[in-house]
């Protein structure tokens, strides 16, 4: 099968611009995740869908962050405006009811 | 609240020889645990999951992982490791089908 899909792999931004980040999940994969992993960290859960609603968006800071699954496949996570302390792998995930999470490759992300 | 403790940033081992990774969790009621690795600039890889049963579960690549209810513990483990093993690894946990938390993660080292 076809693993999660992001695009793009790498993207260096200016602090105050805005960013996006796209993901195709596993076809038939539900649920979909956006983690943020900070280097020297664990992955830290931004927000979690369940086909186009979403399930957990508690850490997510949503004075900059969105994100949206509206046909409840692919997603857009968006950064407006950027910070330094955005800088870090932002990750992908899909999971059905009854698997693990499989991940992307992940978009690092590069605020100056 | 759900929580992970990988107690070690790094842990280093001599190619052939056996390996354990820590890992300790929080989490109220019965617990889901997983292992998760990841090589440079990609993303998270399952290895092995915890749900039930037998409390010595096998994964991928030859590791294993053993669920200790009353100390609390999962830890990873590999008989015999190879270079090719030298990668983060990370611990997770959830209840049922709640937010899955990660470990800050324990970077492997394998010398030849």
């Known amino acids: 099968e076809a693993g999660v899909a992001q695009s793009p792999r790498y993207k260096i931004i200016e602090k105050r611009q805005s960013v996006a980040f796209w993901c195709n999940p596993i076809?038939?994969?539900?649920?979909l995740y956006w983690y943020q992993q900070i280097l020297g960290q664990g992955p830290k859960l931004l927000i979690q869908f369940q086909n186009n609603g979403v399930v957990d968006d508690s850490q997510l800071p949503k004075d900059r962050f969105s994100a949206e699954r509206l046909k409840g496949v692919d997603s857009t996570l968006k950064i407006q405006p950027a910070k330094l302390e955005d800088s870090a792998v932002y990750l992908c995930?899909?999971?059905?009811?009854?698997?693990?999470?499989?991940f992307g490759n992940g978009t690092r992300l590069t605020v100056t | 609240a759900q929580s992970v403790a990988q107690p070690e940033d790094q842990v280093n081992v001599a190619e052939g020889n056996p390996l354990t990774v820590k890992c300790t969790y929080s989490v109220s009621g019965n617990p889901y645990l997983f292992w998760y690795v990841q090589y440079p600039n990609r993303g998270l890889q399952f290895l092995l999951k915890y749900i039930t049963g037998d409390n010595l579960v096998k994964g991928s690549y030859g590791f294993e992982a053993e669920f200790n209810k009353s100390q609390t513990s999962f830890h990873l483990k590999k008989p015999s490791a190879l270079v090719s093993d030298s990668a983060l690894y990370f611990c997770?946990?959830?209840?049922?089908?709640?937010?899955?938390?990660f470990g800050k993660g324990t970077m492997l080292l394998v010398s030849p």
């Open positions: 997770a946990v959830r209840k049922g089908y709640s937010t899955l938390t």
């Open positions: 995930a899909s999971s059905n009811r009854t698997s693990p999470l499989h």
């Open positions: 076809s038939g994969h539900a649920t």
